[in-house]
């Protein structure tokens, strides 16, 4: 599991004064972001080993100004070309959940233009996060 603080900005916010739903995304993204810091060397875009196909999130309670919120991703479900990873949003003490969030990324190389096998030494890598929770 890796978790990432998320920096909440004035734009994230709408008139309701309450993060926009739009901006959770971004939060997901952060936390894609921190996964390929951590296993992935990248150079270039192109060197992304993935495209994500599907996003889902249950929006649970509104984050507001000054609350400490924190991303947490996971992997999830692990198949032949695809993998799941599992995310939530919550304060910094866990006590509040605000999101919970499933999206499912493709192994694609991007070099050849197409979807491929996840190559075992990815497949290692994604196991070694596997969570069931």
Avoid at 91 to 107: F, M, P, W
Avoid at 118 to 132: A, T, V, W, Y
Wanted: contains cysteine; proline residues 3%.
């Amino acid at each position: 599991m890796i978790q990432k603080e998320i920096q909440i900005r004035f734009n994230d916010m709408d008139p309701m004064r309450r993060v926009n739903n739009a901006s959770y995304s971004a939060y997901l993204e952060v936390a894609r972001v921190a996964f390929c810091e951590n296993f992935i060397e990248i150079k270039t875009l192109e060197d992304i080993p993935f495209v994500m196909v599907r996003v889902e999130m249950d929006l649970l309670q509104s984050v507001l100004p000054g609350d400490k919120v924190f991303v947490t991703i996971w992997v999830s479900k692990i198949g032949n070309t695809s993998w799941e990873f599992s995310y939530k949003i919550q304060s910094a003490n866990a006590e509040i959940t605000y999101v919970r969030a499933k999206s499912v990324q493709v192994y694609f190389n991007y070099h050849l233009g197409r979807k491929e096998t996840i190559p075992d030494g990815f497949r290692k890598i994604l196991e070694s996060e596997f969570q069931s929770i």
